[in-house]
T-cell receptor, first 114, second 114 residues
């Protein structure tokens, strides 16, 4: 079945450490997105990519980095510059313009700073 | 800038009663509107969308939503609620000129009591 796979499901980060969250899709979607979810704040866009080797900052990109070397993969790195990284991270993908079909989401990664 | 408001953090209904989850939006141009549902510690699942055409759209699990252009609303409805409908619901909006990036509301927690 086609879908989006996020790994790991749970991740623990020490202070000052960079961690990378994986997102892989086999839907042949061009566009991919990373959102951060905090309680009571809905979803906030971190980065998005509409095509391989191109990505754009979202509303809260500071302290995060991404790459899009393959159509199927859009990993997110949470760097030590992100001061409050504890959150639920969601990856999504969509058809080229993401308009008619909405988003398909992964199951999320819960990141906790220890 | 586009925005989505879900004015109720929480909606409580009795099983078998009709339910409504409210959403209003603000976009420049014709809106593309979506509803998603999220169960605990999971990603969001697509429920339904409005792109064009009939103002009443039907989606998964018996849900429907009514697009009202004059009131800039897109309320989610179901004629008879089930306990299993209890979840977090998100409304989202985008436009053709916004490159498919959706803006999400803060979410509404629906609780259906037996």
């Amino acid at each position: 079945d086609g879908g989006i796979t996020q790994s790991p499901k749970y991740l623990f980060r020490k202070e000052g450490q960079n961690v990378t969250l994986s997102c892989e899709q086999n839907l042949n979607h061009d566009a991919m997105y990373w959102y951060r979810q905090d309680p009571g704040q809905g979803l906030r866009l971190i980065y998005y990519s509409q095509i391989v080797n191109d990505f754009q900052k979202g509303d809260i990109a500071e302290g995060y980095s991404v790459s899009r070397e393959k159509k199927e993969s859009f990993p997110l790195t949470v760097t030590s510059a992100q001061k409050n990284p504890t959150a639920f991270y969601l990856c999504a993908s969509s058809e080229p313009q993401g308009i008619d079909y909405g988003y398909t989401f992964g199951s999320g990664t819960r990141l906790t700073v220890v | 800038a586009q925005s989505v408001a879900q004015p109720e953090d929480q909606v409580n209904v009795a099983e078998g009663n009709p339910l409504t989850v409210k959403c209003t939006y603000s976009v420049s141009g014709n809106p593309y509107l979506f509803w998603y549902v999220q169960y605990p510690n999971r990603g969001l699942q697509f429920l339904l969308k409005y792109i064009t055409g009939d103002n009443l759209v039907k989606g998964s699990y018996g849900f429907e939503a009514e697009f009202n252009k004059s009131q800039t609303s897109f309320h989610l409805k179901k004629p008879s609620a089930l306990v299993s409908d209890s979840a977090l619901y998100f409304c989202a909006a985008t436009t053709a000129t916004n490159a498919g990036k959706s803006t999400f509301g803060d979410g509404t927690t629906l609780t259906v009591k037996p």
